[in-house]
Nanobody, 122 residues
Framework: QVQLVESGGGLVQAGGSLRLSCAAS????????MGWFRQAPGKEREFVAG????????YYADSVKGRFAISRDNLKNLVYLQMNSLNFEDTAVYSC???????????????WGQGTQVTVSS
C-alpha cells in the first residue's frame, strides 16, 4: 500500500513558476514509476509527466515539454514537478500517482493522491 500526498499548489500569475511535491509512504518507493496528472474543470484527466523508478527515464506531455520538469528523491520518498512559464491553460488540479507495473508512462497506476490546486491568473 502506498499513500501519496501532494503539496505546493496555489495561485500564480501567468509566466510564473511553482514546484509541486508528492510525498509517498512505504519502504519500496523506488520500485514505483511515478506520474503527474492534471484535471481542469469540465475536462478529462490528462497525463503531464512521468518518471521511472530509478529516475533515469523521463516523459512529458507535449503541452508541457520544455516548461515542466519531473524529478524524484528516492531517499526522501518524494517526487517533484517544477513548473515554469505557467499559463492560464495550466490551471487544474494536479495529482501524483504511483504504479508498480506500468505499461507506459501514462499507466496504469495503482495509487493516487488527492491532488493540489494550481490556478494561473492571466
Amino acid at each position: 500500500q502506498v499513500q501519496l500526498v501532494e503539496s505546493g499548489g496555489g495561485l500564480v500569475q501567468a509566466g510564473g513558476s511553482l514546484r509541486l511535491s508528492c510525498a509517498a509512504s512505504g519502504r519500496t518507493f523506488s520500485y514505483y514509476g511515478m506520474g503527474w496528472f492534471r484535471q481542469a474543470p469540465g475536462k478529462e484527466r490528462e497525463f503531464v509527466a512521468g518518471i521511472s523508478g530509478s529516475g533515469g527515464n523521463l516523459y512529458y506531455a507535449d503541452s508541457v515539454k520544455g516548461r515542466f520538469a519531473i524529478s524524484r528523491d528516492n531517499l526522501k520518498n518524494l517526487v517533484y514537478l517544477q513548473m515554469n512559464s505557467l499559463n492560464f491553460e495550466d490551471t487544474a488540479v494536479y495529482s501524483c500517482a504511483a504504479g508498480a507495473y506500468l505499461g507506459s508512462p501514462k499507466g496504469p497506476y495503482d495509487y493516487w493522491g488527492q491532488g493540489t490546486q494550481v490556478t494561473v491568473s492571466s
